[in-house]
């Protein structure tokens, strides 16, 4: 498989066919990622992508799943869209599901019935990173578009039939706005109602906009008790009519895997043995992105 630079995909997709559709992010201005700092922003050639789509086809028969990297395959025109999804139906007839991620103007960019089309030739789920439902958080970290504009495309996402899985990164807002970051993105999460959430917590990347102001003291990551007491804020605000609130990535200090409505109690109840220092939190040496 042609395979560019450093390939990203969610915990989730650890067992995908892998198809690099695009090389890294169409936005790549948020101020704490560094995921494609070896690669700009590139559609790949329809050759490379059908000789990829062959070459699962001849030795991936056991996977059934496929993701589209990199960062914002939805970016990608609809008609080439739809032209990868029919390969991958063609050559792959035993796939069951396609993912991407999607960020909100790429999914703003696509009609509802152009959405509605993607989700019939097999696109069945897509990640979106909310970060944060504070637009001053958002402003600060150079994401696109503010947090009403964000919701508004990821519940237009689930409303034709997408699975919506949404990621949130505790400590984004610093010390300074920990509390106004928690409490905005719950109400954002409650209105989006994704599927899915996963929460991260905040690791400084070297070479990224934020590592350089958090060297010259711009800003402050809270450390584990406070980045555990804005997770609390966090769920305790957070009303899904069914899905999972999952904070089980590498980089959280308590992993938790929360089903709500009903479990959000007994997550509440762990937080808070976490935070009365009851239950060991994972150390700095093993956590990781």
């Known amino acids: 498989m042609d395979h560019k630079g450093t390939i990203i995909r969610p915990p989730s997709e650890a067992g995908s066919v892998l198809l690099q559709v695009t090389l890294g992010c169409s936005h790549g201005r948020c101020a704490f990622c560094g995921a494609y700092q070896d690669k700009g922003f590139a559609i790949k050639p329809r050759e490379t992508v059908l000789a990829d789509i062959l070459y699962a086809a001849r030795h991936h028969r056991d996977q059934r799943r496929v993701f589209l990297c990199d960062g914002d395959a939805m970016i990608l025109p609809r008609e080439r869209l739809a032209e990868i999804l029919s390969l991958i139906r063609e050559h792959m007839p035993w796939v ?23 989700r019939g030739l097999g696109l069945g789920i897509v990640y979106m990173g909310l970060e944060s439902g504070d637009d001053t958080v958002l402003s600060e970290m150079g994401k696109n578009g503010d947090a009403r504009f964000i919701v508004e495309q990821g519940r237009r996402a689930k409303a034709v039939g997408f699975k919506l899985n949404v990621t949130v990164i505790n400590g984004l807002g610093g010390v300074e706005r920990s509390r106004e970051h928690a409490e905005a993105t719950a109400r954002a999460l409650t209105r989006m109602d994704p599927d899915q959430v996963g929460a991260l917590s905040l690791m400084l990347v070297p070479g990224t906009p934020l590592f350089e102001r958090a060297r010259r003291g711009e800003f402050e990551v809270p450390d584990a008790r406070g980045i555990l007491r804005e997770l609390r804020g966090m769920l305790a605000g957070t009303e899904l009519t069914r899905g999972l609130f999952l904070a089980n990535h590498a980089s959280n200090y308590l992993p938790l895997k929360v089903r709500l409505p009903a479990g959000k109690q007994a997550a509440l109840d762990s937080i808070d043995r976490a935070l009365a220092g009851m239950t060991p939190l994972k150390s700095e040496s093993v956590r990781r992105l």
């Open 96 to 118: 069951t599901r396609v993912g991407t991620y999607a960020n909100a103007k790429s999914l703003k960019r696509k009609s509802d019935a152009e959405l509605v089309e993607l």
